[in-house]
């Protein structure tokens, strides 16, 4: 019963192409995130969503675009995929902002624009 | 400005071995502090938070507000302990968890 879940976990697209990914949590948590890990491994933050609510918004390009539909969905569209935006994206998600449990990870998604 | 610092890209030691992970902070207000585990390609783990003062599976960190540090410290490294260690900190009410560079620990058999 997985905690947070991401799909696809692995998506291979072409430039220019629009793709998302889908992230859903069954813990009940009013937070969910976005991090993008790069290819040397360092993770920075992209969004944050509170109960539907964008609360971080990093500086990421606008071809970029999260959703929230309800509290345990937070989705990512990215627009005319280019080739630096091959990653591994992670959803997370916390009891709230600024909780001391930490966050909870989904999987990742391993991202390859070629 | 906040941050966190991981000196060592890479640790490798023999089995049995001890094992420090360094990790310094840089903060104005009272930090929190986590150590999250990555075993190969699998999703980030949470290790320990500095506040629970915990011990798991044989980890212990102590928060040094003097050193501004929270180094990752086990006695006797396992083989099944290789993996990347992240260490980060939480910024106030944002919830937004700052990571380190990440070391990857290698233990040798």
């Known amino acids: 019963d997985t905690a947070v879940s991401q799909t696809p976990k692995y998506l291979v697209t072409q430039m220019g192409n629009d793709k998302s990914i889908k992230c859903e949590q069954n813990?009940?948590?009013?937070?969910m995130y976005w991090y993008k890990q790069d290819s040397k491994k360092f993770l920075k933050i992209m969004f944050s969503?509170?109960?539907?609510?964008?609360?971080i918004n990093e500086t990421v390009p606008n071809r970029f675009s999260p959703k929230s539909p309800d509290k345990a969905h937070l989705n990512l569209h990215i627009n005319s995929l280019e080739l630096g935006d091959s990653a591994v994206y992670f959803c997370?998600?916390?009891?709230?902002?600024?909780?001391?449990?930490?966050?909870?990870f989904g999987s990742g998604t391993r991202l390859t624009v070629v | 400005a906040q941050r966190v610092t991981q000196p060592e890209k890479l640790l490798s030691v023999f089995k049995g071995a001890p094992v420090e992970l360094k990790c310094n902070y840089s903060?104005?207000?009272?930090?929190?502090l986590f150590w999250y585990v990555q075993y190969s390609r699998q999703r980030l783990q949470l290790l320990l938070r500095?506040?629970s003062r915990e011990s798991i599976k044989g980890f212990t960190a102590d928060l040094n507000k003097g050193e501004t540090s929270f180094h990752l410290k086990k006695p006797f490294a396992q083989e099944e302990d290789s993996a990347m260690y992240y260490c980060?900190?939480?910024?106030?009410?944002?919830?937004?968890?700052?990571f380190g560079q990440g070391t990857t620990l290698q233990v040798k058999p």
């Open positions: 500095h506040i």
């Open positions: 980060a900190l939480i910024l106030g009410n944002t919830g937004k968890l700052i």
């Open positions: 813990l009940g948590h009013d937070t």
């Open positions: 903060y104005s207000g009272s930090p929190e």
């Open positions: 969503y509170n109960n539907k609510e964008l609360i």
């Open positions: 997370a998600s916390s009891q709230g902002p600024g909780q001391s449990y930490g966050y909870t």
